[in-house]
């Protein structure tokens, strides 16, 4: 059972996606009686992004578990940086950038390839800058790109919801990267076709992260809420451990 000083627990989504997605971990959670926050992420670029979180978790008391899944993952890798009060970051098919690396770059290390950007549906918005629009997964391959084990059914519903990303933040350089001085957790999945697996796995090494595998598609949230409630379980009772110990 959580403790007086048990964590705050922050999910962070990413493209394509909203907080709801987190709805699975965050009852298991809940359950145990954890407290979570699952703020919006704009997805207007990531020194932005991380800024609007920065600000978020300035606003949270105690000690944080801080959880991001895809984009989200490069969000919190930024954000955390420096906040004595972050505890943990728990990566969930995500980007863990390393400094000066854009997600564009990111999605390549470890030989993998992603074809993610065959499958774009570019729209403008009201001052976008020049050559920048808002990015969406064409409905017509969401559900076998996105979300594969899913029913078909939901993932079309994932569709017509998703939340767009400004293009250009697949090639802003991320900053000095939080997992560099935070313990790191990392949830690879083996058959995911938007980040490629070799490119999880050799994010996590990098960053020295306690790592599963587990056999599922972009949305292990959604499709292994157990999987993911139990890794950030590990993080938080890892870290309670040590704050006790030190």
């Known amino acids: 059972m959580p403790s007086n000083s048990q964590p705050t627990i922050v999910f962070v989504h990413g493209a ?21 926050l699952a703020p919006a992420n704009p997805l207007r670029g990531l020194r932005s992004d991380a800024d609007y979180l920065r600000a978020f978790l300035n606003t949270v008391p105690g000690p944080i578990v801080l959880v991001g ?15 004595p009060n972050v505890k943990a970051l728990v990566y969930i098919n995500a980007f863990a950038l390393d400094e000066g690396e854009p997600v564009a770059v990111a999605n390549e290390l470890g030989g993998g390839h992603s074809s993610l950007t065959e499958h774009i549906l570019a729209r403008p918005f009201p001052g976008a800058a020049e050559g920048d629009a808002d990015a969406y997964i064409d409905p017509a ?8 084990d ?8 994932l569709a017509a919801t ?28 083996s ?3 938007i980040i ?15 790592t599963v595998e587990i056999d599922s598609s972009h949305v292990a949230m ?24 030190s």
């Open 141 to 148: 391959f969401f559900h076998s790109i996105f979300g594969q």
């Open 16 to 36: 394509f996606a909203d907080s709801s997605g987190w709805l699975g971990p965050i009852s298991r959670l809940e359950a145990d009686g954890f407290t979570a």
């Open 150 to 157: 899913l029913p078909k059914a939901d993932a079309a519903a």
């Open 69 to 83: 899944h895809s984009y989200g993952g490069a969000v919190i890798t930024n954000a955390a940086t420096g906040n």
């Open 162 to 189: 998703q939340r767009p990303a400004a293009l250009s933040t697949l090639g802003v350089p991320s900053g000095p990267p939080a997992w560099k001085s935070i313990p790191s957790w990392y949830l690879v999945s």
């Open 222 to 245: 959604i499709s292994h809420p157990r999987e993911v409630a139990d890794l950030i379980l590990d993080a938080i009772r890892t870290t309670t451990r040590e704050s006790v110990n």
């Open 191 to 193: 058959a995911d076709r």
């Open 196 to 210: 490629p697996p070799e490119a999880e796995r050799f994010m996590a090494a990098r960053a020295k992260a306690r």
